[in-house]
């Protein structure tokens, strides 16, 4: 199976979780001519910057390490140059120049540098903006989902995470489940 169908197949099984932009991108068959992939690249600051911003959507808790323990910071910009088309690049690697910016602008720090706090108020602004025309993709919708999808599919995401039996016994569609159990990943 190749990495673009068991992308596929995991988008289907996380259908309700990720947005319709990203399921829709995993699941057209994009061919993607090898003079038009990677027309964007990210910089090992880029990487860093991404694992952040993936940390703040998902945290580490007492539970499960979160999305920058899951190596996310390099996950997300090989999605985005692997899976993407030219044109969502462009927009992917826009919408992160801009956040950038909107940084310098209000704080006069890279997003990097920022505290905890002012880097919820900038996802927040985002995430706002995103909300506004939901049908064009944005940075905040393509890297959101690619962190619930990179973190839901990583080794801490289904083992740490979510229940996991690594030989799982017969189907029990009845199995009882407990109140603040974890989700089943198996």
Same mark, same amino acid.
């Given at each position: 199976?190749?990495?673009?169908?068991?992308?596929?197949?995991?988008?289907?099984?996380?259908?309700?979780? !990720?947005?319709?932009?990203?399921?829709?991108?995993?699941?057209?068959?994009?061919?993607?001519?090898?003079?038009?992939?990677s027309k964007v690249s990210f910089s090992p600051t880029d990487e860093a910057l991404l694992a952040e911003f993936a940390d703040i959507i998902i945290p580490t808790t007492k539970a499960a390490p979160g999305a920058k323990a899951a190596g996310l910071g390099a996950f997300i910009?090989?999605? !985005?140059?692997?899976?993407?088309?030219?044109?969502?690049?462009?927009? $992917?690697?826009?919408?992160?120049?801009?956040?950038?910016?909107?940084?310098?602008?209000?704080?006069s720090k890279n997003f990097i540098s920022l505290s905890p706090e002012e880097r919820v108020k900038i996802m927040e602004h985002l995430r706002t903006e995103s909300l506004v025309d939901v049908?064009?993709?944005? $940075?905040f919708i393509i890297a959101r989902d690619l962190t619930i999808l990179g973190y839901f599919s990583s080794e801490i995401g289904c083992t740490q995470a979510r229940e996991y039996i690594a030989v799982p016994g017969r189907y029990d569609g009845s199995a009882d489940y407990k109140p603040g159990q974890k989700a089943w990943a198996t």
């Open positions: 199976m190749d990495r673009r169908r068991a992308i596929k197949n995991l988008a289907l099984v996380l259908g309700g979780v !990720i947005s319709a932009t990203t399921v829709g991108i995993l699941i057209k068959d994009y061919v993607i001519p090898d003079n038009e992939n910009p090989m999605m !985005i140059n692997e899976c993407y088309p030219a044109d969502l690049q462009q927009t $992917f690697a826009s919408g992160m120049k801009a956040m950038e910016e909107k940084c310098q602008k209000e704080y049908k064009k993709p944005s $940075f």
